[in-house]
């Protein structure tokens, strides 16, 4: 094949990737706007009519030693959809059973928020936090900072009403070089939410 049709062939090619990339260029841009996420780890009430804030939930490390955290806080989703931010609030309590320990932490970084899709909007549930059409499923990963001085990673994971099997609802943390990183699934009363607040 001669040089003028390689070049034709060529130009066509790089002409059509352009085009197919066009949509998602596009639909980034319409969705890159810096997003307000409130975070919970939430109960519900005795009649599963209503979820609240002040919730608890475990995780444990290999050898069966457990953290079990209460939180709440806000953090804001960078235009891009990653990368860090300052912008956070919040903390929590955390407890472990191996050593017995306990204190409050401080949330101190974004990491990542990835919306999955379900919600709890239609249910008719109390929501005793905001409006339950801003309710959202996804996996929230933020960096802590504990009350002895030790930093880990916070992950909450959120299973609602529409969301793929393949995410579990619960949460996980590292703490110094403790990586608790099997959730125990809570199920019912205790669960974690995400509201939008923009």
């Known amino acids: 094949m001669d040089r003028s049709k390689l070049k034709k062939l060529g130009f066509l090619w790089v002409f059509a990737i352009g085009i197919s990339v066009l949509p998602i260029g596009a639909a980034r ?14 109960f519900f009430n005795s009649t599963f009519t209503g979820f609240f804030p002040g919730g608890s939930l475990s995780a444990t490390a ?14 804001v989703q960078p235009a891009s959809g990653t990368g860090t931010s300052n912008a956070v609030t919040g903390g929590g309590t955390w407890a472990t059973n191996s050593p017995s320990a306990q ?17 709890l909007a239609g249910t008719g549930l109390t929501d005793g936090i905001g409006d339950l059409n801003d309710t959202h499923a996804g996996l929230g990963i933020l960096s802590i900072l504990y009350s002895d001085g030790e930093r880990g990673i916070l992950v909450l994971s959120c299973n609602l009403i529409g969301t793929p099997s393949i995410v579990y609802e619960g949460a996980s943390a590292t703490k110094g070089f403790v ?16 509201h939008f607040e923009d």
């Open 29 to 42: 841009e319409a969705s890159a706007q810096a997003r307000h996420v409130r975070w919970d780890i939430i």
């Open 103 to 119: 204190g409050t932490y401080t949330v101190v970084g974004f990491v990542q928020y990835a919306e999955a899709p379900g919600t």
């Open 179 to 194: 990586n608790y990183f099997a959730p125990v699934l809570p199920g019912d009363p205790n669960a974690n939410m995400f």
């Open 62 to 75: 290999v050898d069966g030693s457990q953290i079990t955290l209460t939180g709440t806080g806000t953090f």
